[in-house]
């Protein structure tokens, strides 16, 4: 439906999107992507979400289109990119009212978490001395390795290095305990520490590989599309 329907009436509609999963008003499932595409008269940019309800034997969608509304100039995509966030919220405020049916299954099933994940990301920024022409660059680069068992037990590894290139500071962690999902959320209760996810998601990558998408307690968990593009941590199976 995504690239049948958005595709036929956006320009820049990738395939294959990324599928999340979200409770509605009365705890029935819906399957939602959201992506900023451009008009096909003018070439503006909007958000588009397609969410499926689960509605007995069927999935009912709804579409909702979030425009910026200050047209022209060079900072336009940048200035609507800053407003999705905050115009979404009238997104989740009708999306209160949908209601659907079956209700009381899972988000995620258990065994859609067990398995080997693997989160990495990195972010560097370059400086250049106006009167001397030196550069100097730092960088912040980490990930995180998840295995969850079907013993309901769960090894963690995290590894990261942050500072300027050439003197950088490296640590590391990892713990191990147990994990449970209740709702929609995924609760490690370790041996160090307890940590929470908000499970917003377990599709497989465009490469055919299991992931499982997850927020950290702490941080909001918005199901917005901007905030789970902000926030979100997408694991993808290593084996």
């Known amino acids: 439906m995504w690239q049948e329907r958005i595709g036929a009436d956006w320009n820049g509609v990738q395939p294959n999107p990324l599928v999340m999963r979200r409770f509605m008003s009365n705890e029935a499932r819906a399957f939602f992507t959201a992506a900023v595409v451009r008009a096909k008269n003018n070439d503006r940019s ?3 979400s397609l969410s499926l309800v689960e509605a007995g034997d069927r999935l009912e ?5 979030q425009s910026f509304m200050t047209p022209g100039g060079l900072g336009e995509a940048m200035s609507a990119s800053f407003s999705w966030n905050t115009s979404y919220a009238r997104v989740g405020e009708a999306l209160k009212g949908v209601r659907g049916s079956p209700v009381g299954l899972p988000l995620v ?4 978490v067990v398995g080997h994940f693997r989160y990495g990301t990195s972010s560097a920024a370059q400086w250049v001395n106006a009167y001397t022409g030196g550069s100097t660059m730092t960088a912040v680069s980490y990930s995180i390795d998840y295995t969850f068992g079907t013993n309901r037990e769960f090894q963690y590894k995290f ?3 942050s500072g300027q290139v050439g003197a950088m500071k ?8 147990t994990w449970s999902v209740k709702h929609d959320v995924l609760t490690l209760t370790g041996a160090k520490r307890t940590r929470r996810y908000l499970l917003i998601g377990a599709a497989r990558s465009p490469e055919g590989k299991r992931t499982v998408y997850l927020v950290q307690e702490g941080q909001g968990w918005s199901l917005s599309p901007g905030a789970i593009g902000r926030d979100g941590e997408l694991y ?3 084996d």
Do not use: K, W, Y
């Not at 969608?61 to 289109?65: A, E, G, K, R, T």
């Open 46 to 48: 909007f958000r588009v």
């Open 61 to 65: 969608p709804l579409v909702f289109i």
């Open 109 to 112: 099933d258990d065994a859609e």
């Open 159 to 161: 590894g990261g290095a």
């Open 170 to 177: 490296f640590g590391s962690e990892d713990d191990q305990g």
């Open 236 to 238: 993808v199976a290593v």
